[in-house]
């Protein structure tokens, strides 16, 4: 499967946005869906997962309740809606796919998904 991310951009602390992640190539309901963000000098770090089947979401505590993570299978494209943006939410954000969770898990290792979009970054201003 490939994937795109697309969606980032500048925006004030406080504010919102949503990033996009499109896939193509194979069934989209075969993959249970994450994303993750990697700021500079830091480690790539699980942001949120959703289910094959959409019916189990995870977040990492730092985004709980602030971000929410969809998937549209009519449209092949998972979806990170965030809202009250911080300065340290500034990283690029990577989408990538896993085919070999169950129906009803997704994982929050980087190393358990076999695919990854390309990133897009996001920029928390103060």
């Known amino acids: 499967v490939q994937l795109q991310a697309s969606g980032g951009g500048l925006v004030q602390a406080g504010g919102s946005l949503r990033v996009s992640c499109s896939a193509s190539?194979?069934?989209?309901?075969?993959?249970?869906m994450g994303w993750f963000r990697q700021a500079p000098g830091k480690e790539r770090e699980f942001v949120a997962a959703i289910s094959r089947n959409a019916y189990n979401t995870y977040y990492t505590d730092s985004v709980k309740g602030r971000f929410t993570i969809s998937r549209d299978s009519a449209k092949n494209t998972v979806y990170l809606q965030m809202n009250s943006l911080q300065p340290e939410d500034t990283a690029v954000y990577y989408c990538a796919a896993d085919r070999r969770s169950s129906t009803f898990t997704a994982n929050r290792a980087p190393s358990e998904y076999e695919y990854w979009g390309q990133g897009t970054q996001v920029t928390v201003s103060s």
């Open positions: 190539g194979d069934t989209f309901r075969s993959y249970a």
